[in-house]
């Protein structure tokens, strides 16, 4: 569900997408006309294309999960997922005081980890607030005192622009904690572009000042999701459906994740980590 709490307070830093100017409670800018709709509580600036969403066979079968089973989505991958994620984003958003300081998520997908907070995304999936082109916000300039992205830089063609505009609606002061893989196998959410070093994610982020880079998954993550990906090649003998078949039970696997625990704290463990965690803020 879209979330109440949300809602009430989003209506101070709505702002067109297109021209920045007012928005009244219908959605329409004086300047541009109609630029959104509501579905019931969600906001809806258009957001993927459902030709982006049926690209990748694999991505198909994610997107009619999400859907379907936007709820529990979450908590299989947690479960099946060859990554042991660190804690790291319930402290920050308990950083902020959510029921004063507007927070995003930018990209939530199928997750809603605090009523309090705003969650945006492509997909207009039912936890969504906002569904929207990450690039062009439907918020004001210095309007939210935080933000996440958590696994999204990577599926995006042009990260630099999502960079810049979550610079754009942070206040001065303004925090954002952002997570990216490293050593990952191609994923497509509806696509896959990138991964990032530890230092070509400070150079990402050089209009912010950089707060820490923190393995955000450690390097037994990194390596178990290659092996999972390695043994259903080998075992495949060059049989696209035979490796589609075995895929699935290499998860079996996945709980030695759990060394990550331990390794993901290891001094050397950004040499091959499975993902970093960036912490940003907008100069004052
Ligand atoms: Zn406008």
């Known amino acids: 569900m879209t979330s109440t709490l949300v809602g009430n307070r989003l209506a101070a830093v709505l702002a067109c997408p297109r021209c920045r100017g007012y928005l009244d409670a219908s959605l329409v800018c004086g300047a541009c006309g109609p630029v959104g709709s509501r579905r019931g509580e969600q906001l809806d600036f258009g957001g993927f294309g459902e030709s982006e969403l049926k690209a990748d066979a694999l991505n198909r079968v994610k997107e009619l999960v ?4 936007h709820k529990l989505y979450p908590a299989a991958i947690k479960v099946l997922s060859p990554v042991q994620d ?3 984003i319930t402290p920050f958003l308990n950083s902020f005081d959510l029921d004063r300081s507007l927070v995003a998520d930018f990209g939530c997908g199928t997750h809603r980890r605090d009523e309090r907070v705003i969650c ?4 207009s999936y039912g936890n969504v607030d906002i569904v929207t082109d990450l690039r062009r916000l439907p918020l004001a300039d210095d309007s939210l005192a935080g933000g ?6 990577e ?3 042009d990260p630099a622009a999502h960079i810049a505009e979550m610079r754009r609606v942070l206040r001065p002061g303004g925090r954002m904690l952002v997570f990216v893989p490293f050593m990952q196998p191609f994923h497509a959410s509806p696509y896959d572009f990138q991964r990032y070093t530890e230092v070509g994610l400070r150079e990402q982020f050089g209009a912010f000042e950089v707060l820490s880079v923190k393995v955000g998954a450690g390097p037994t993550s990194g390596m178990l999701w290659v092996l999972q990906e390695w043994l259903a090649m080998v075992l495949s003998f060059g049989s696209r459906r035979l490796y589609r078949a075995i895929l699935p039970l290499t998860w079996v696997l996945s709980p030695l994740k759990l060394l990550d625990l331990l390794l993901a704290h290891h001094p050397m463990a950004a040499q091959a980590a499975s993902g970093f965690v960036i912490e940003v803020r907008k100069p004052a």
């Open 66 to 69: 999400k859907t379907r089973f």
């Open 86 to 88: 660190r804690r790291l």
């Open 120 to 123: 945006m995304d492509g997909g």
């Open 148 to 153: 996440i992205s958590i696994a999204v830089l």
């Open 155 to 157: 599926h995006v063609p």
